[in-house]
């Protein structure tokens, strides 16, 4: 049942990351029509750098779950790799604490921050002023997605010392 959870898991941090994939040309284009405004017709924007900070929002904290699901986050590989498939499960079940911990308190702080600025109907200071929680929504939901991958990764490091192999 927990392998089931984690593959599931697994595939839904995979989805999203696919997806947001999607959102990269997107960025490229609006930052590419804020170029183009500017230097060719004198014109800038003023919602080109908010929608871009927008979608680089969305797809650098959802991107963390995809990511870890990849196993393609920033460590110290030359270490890391030098252990056995047991030694990295430890490793990671030794390090998943501090992992957690930190994306608890982001979905924990930033949501309350979030809360309000919906509640209060708070926006950012700029010219066009769209809602902060557009901005702070990504922050909430890619660390919660951050941690539901862990939670896979811990099961598969779980099941790699009890089995003595590593599943796919």
Request: glycine share 6%; proline share 4%.
């Amino acid at each position: 049942m927990l392998s089931s959870l984690a593959r599931t898991i697994d595939r839904l941090s995979e989805l999203s990351g696919r997806l947001l994939t999607l959102l990269m040309p997107v960025m490229v284009l609006v930052i590419a029509i804020e170029v183009v405004a500017r230097y060719l017709f004198s014109a800038p924007t003023i919602w080109v750098y908010d929608s871009a900070l927008m979608i680089y929002a969305w797809v650098g904290m959802l991107g963390g779950a995809f990511a870890m699901k990849r196993d393609s986050h920033i460590r110290v590989d030359i270490f890391y790799s030098r252990f056995s498939d047991k030694g990295r499960a430890i490793l990671d079940i030794v390090g998943a604490p501090i992992i957690a911990f930190f994306m608890v308190l982001v979905v924990w702080q930033v949501g309350l921050i979030a809360i309000d600025a919906l509640e209060t109907g708070s926006r950012r200071p700029t010219e066009w002023a769209p809602p902060l929680i557009l901005f702070l929504a990504p922050i909430v939901v890619g660390a919660a997605a951050i941690l539901v991958q862990l939670l896979s990764n811990m099961i598969k490091a779980v099941t790699i010392l009890a089995d003595g192999a590593a599943e796919q």
